[in-house]
């Protein structure tokens, strides 16, 4: 449960394929006692978070504040309040070997696209939730399994990705380079000129795949956890006009 | 004489080299009526632009409005009140040709930087206007012009360039890029995917060559003209806090 002065939280029991979906939901407070439905962004939290990191609840409490958005995140496939009864995913906790969790994050890749489409519909039954247009945004992890869902689930109309490239080799994020092509919304792609994770080429060549015309590319000095607040302020500006001028127009 | 809510007029007569530099100088009201001095920012027009043009004028009463911030501009050596008894000067003007407009524009490289910094010392000779770190807003031959006054004047502290590259070749531009390696404040780069007058390479290149590792990156869709006004917006952000932030430090 977190609250603030700018945001509340609300449970959303999800189910999907027989698994429990961890979520967290967070609507502006003065959504909370008025009478009109609020719009959404999706929060994807990076590699070793979970659905109420750090950054995913400024995010939430920024898009609250600044815009009156509401946020919903869900656990990625390994970290958070997933069922740890899976033997790969307790193995991947301990021993933290990148090759295995990137394995194992592409067999999660259909999953975790199915698990957030239900836990937005789930969302959007709530009355303070708007039906109209939804907003993405996530880096790195939340890039990888943002991708697929930003161009399977009509809809989202904006997205924030980034943070992200074929640092482990085609065959685990070939998937992402497919899919990244499917993209028609308005796209935000964040890039940091320092990352010790990324390659710059590979950043250019995900940049390069995106398939919509309407893409911008920022790129910041800094290694891969280095974004700039005023980065991240001037993202949930980004999603709020774009899904305000969709809602609008 | 440019009056609005925002800004008022401030006339400056500046002399350099027996030339007489046309100046537009506009301050925040506030300023006009209260007893301290204000930051500064100095803003370079764009080809066929003058110190006057809507996008000058547009970030003089952003500047103004949303931070409280002067803005002062000169006239390139072309355009705008530029004495017309120089014959080439006054040639160029009718004819419009691509490669003798470049090869005057090298000739003129130095007395620019020259015009400048007298146009900068008169204006911090006012009451009104700080004698802290300034800024630089220039693109496209904001960018050509302003690339050697950036790296040759102290006083500027953080810069917004962009939309330029070596579109006409290496004998005329030759001298930008030499001059960007020296620039070692902070810099935003502003890139527009569609530009149908600078390649995305010499984008990529020149934005390399920036000398500061603190510089970021923002490419946005559309032609050479599109720069979105969010992404002008984000600009005048930019420059007051890296400025404040020298100040404070």
């Not at 309040?81 to 021993?95: C, E, P, S, V, Y």
């Not at 399994?145 to 399977?152: Q, R």
């Not at 065959?171 to 499917?182: A, F, G, I, L, P």
Request: net charge positive; glycine share 10%; aromatic share 6%.
């Amino acid at each position: 449960m977190t609250a603030s002065a700018q945001i509340v939280e609300r449970s959303l029991e999800v189910r999907c394929g027989g698994r429990r979906v961890p979520t967290a939901l967070w609507l502006p407070v003065l959504a909370s006692h008025r009478r009109f439905a609020v719009p959404l962004v999706l929060v994807g939290h990076g590699g070793g978070g979970h659905k109420r990191a750090p950054i995913v609840v400024d995010m939430a409490e920024g898009l609250a504040r600044e815009h009156g958005i509401a946020t919903l995140a869900i656990d990625g496939p390994v970290n958070g309040d997933r069922d740890t009864n899976d033997a790969a995913a307790h193995a991947l906790r301990k021993q933290d070997r990148h090759a295995y969790r990137r394995k194992y994050y592409l067999e999660q890749y259909d999953s975790m696209v199915d698990d957030w489409r239900a836990a937005l519909d789930a969302a959007q039954q709530l009355p303070e939730i708007g039906k109209g247009p939804v907003g993405y945004f996530g880096l790195s992890m939340g890039t990888r399994f943002g991708v697929p869902l930003i161009a399977a689930e009509p809809r989202i109309r904006a997205a924030v990705i980034g943070l992200f490239g074929h640092r482990e080799g085609l065959e685990t994020s070939q998937r992402v380079y497919d899919d990244v092509v499917k993209i028609d919304v308005p796209v935000l792609f964040l890039q940091q000129l320092g990352d010790e994770e990324v390659g710059q080429r590979a950043y250019h060549e995900l940049f390069e795949h995106i398939g919509t015309p309407d893409k911008r590319l920022h790129a910041n000095p800094g290694g891969h956890a280095a974004v700039p607040r005023s980065e991240l302020h001037a993202a949930r500006a980004f999603l709020a006009r774009k899904l305000k001028a969709q809602r609008d127009g």
